[in-house]
């Protein structure tokens, strides 16, 4: 069949943050904003991906309007192998302009929509593509605002292990709040995402107290994040290093892993190059290193990484942004079970349809 139209929607999902005022980039008035892709076919199928958003959508739909969507109308797409030709195409075209980041975040928008096509053509979830589940719900981590506060820390980490998660991630940098939280709730699996702001001397002042905090992982702890050789002496040092969000296409993820960078390696699948990126990271030599994706989203990028996950990966934990929805694209399926689980869903493509309703009430133009 032929691709025959693609359309851009913004939503704004209403939200409320657990905990005071944050300072973290990616939500704008309380709405958290998606980038959907909307691939229309000739014989009717509709594919749905999105390509990393908040603020940097702007940038990412007008790349797809002026330099992708016109290169994808008239194809063909029936098989695994045409979403295959068509990333190339695309790659190939649009390098000369800037490999990484919109590029890819815009191509990794389409790159899920035409997953989400293929799985209804055959009728068949992501995962049955994939190679099929291994597993029915992943292990959930509650993966919290920056507080930069040691008591809304500890509050808001302790609401989430009240509410039945069992692993948290702070998005923290500074020693008082990641012990705070550490004492709020006890031994329960912890991580500190850093988002790259220290430096190698920073991390000496403080390595006892880090050390001290028994950290699941240490996430994106360096600047910048290529700093390859400075994670790799985190390493060294005993620390279980997490990073990759950063990173785009299985050749930046090899170049970690050939440099011993990280321990988890975490390609988000709305910009590093869509499913069919990760599917080339999980077939590297990874060492001593394993795949959890970055999935702090809940349009189709968070339903292909429950598809990923529970097929290629499922040993992995999964990101939920720890928020309150106020209205919900997917009907609650990014919430946790009784147990601190999320469940994969086993429709077609993604494994559920995005909610029409939700789309056109919270579409921002
Ligand atoms: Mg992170």
């Known amino acids: 069949m032929k691709i025959i139209n693609i359309k851009t929607i913004i939503i704004g999902l209403p939200f409320e943050n ?4 944050s300072s973290f980039a990616i939500a704008d008035k309380n709405l958290l904003k998606t980038l959907l892709i ?3 076919t000739d014989k009717g199928i509709i594919g749905w991906g999105e390509s990393f958003g908040y603020t940097s959508i702007a940038a990412t739909e007008t790349t797809l309007h002026s330099m992708v969507i016109p290169h994808l109308i008239g194809k063909e797409i029936n098989s695994i192998e045409d979403i295959h030709k068509i990333n190339k195409e695309l790659q190939l075209k649009l390098h000369v302009f800037g490999r990484y980041g919109i590029t890819i975040f ?5 790159d899920i929509a035409l997953w989400d096509i293929i799985g209804k053509i055959e009728k068949k979830s992501i995962a049955e593509l994939l190679g099929g589940l291994k597993v029915e719900s992943l ?26 998660y069992k692993i948290i991630k702070l998005h923290e940098n500074k020693i008082p709040p990641i012990l705070s939280s550490r004492e709020a709730i006890g031994n329960l699996p912890l991580m500190v995402d850093v988002n790259c702001v220290w430096s190698e001397e920073d991390i000496k002042k403080i390595i006892t107290p880090l050390k001290e905090s028994n950290l699941y992982w240490l ?24 990073s990759g969000e950063n990173s785009c296409t299985a050749h930046q993820f090899a170049e970690m892993i050939s440099n011993n960078a990280s321990d988890i390696l975490q390609p988000s699948v709305t910009k590093v190059g869509g499913i069919s990126e990760i599917i080339k990271i999980n077939k590297l030599k990874l060492k001593n290193s394993r795949i959890v994706p970055h999935s702090p989203y809940f349009g189709p990028g968070f339903m292909a990484t429950l598809q990923i996950i529970g097929s290629l990966t499922p040993e992995s934990e999964i990101e939920r942004l720890y928020v309150d929805l106020k209205a919900d694209l997917y009907n609650g399926a990014s919430n946790i079970d009784s147990k601190g689980n999320i469940s994969i869903p086993i429709g077609h493509g993604l494994g559920m349809e995005p909610n029409i309703e939700i789309i056109e009430k919270y579409s921002i133009k």
């Open 18 to 21: 657990p905990g005071p005022d």
């Open 38 to 40: 909307k691939i229309e």
């Open 106 to 110: 815009a191509l990794s928008g389409i």
């Open 139 to 164: 292990k959930a981590y509650a993966s919290l605002f920056l507080y930069d506060d040691p008591k809304a820390t500890a509050d808001v980490s302790s609401k989430a292990v009240n509410d039945g």
């Open 219 to 242: 996430e994106e702890p360096l600047w910048p994040p290529e700093n390859y050789k400075g994670l790799s002496k985190l390493r060294d040092e005993g620390f279980t290093i997490a």
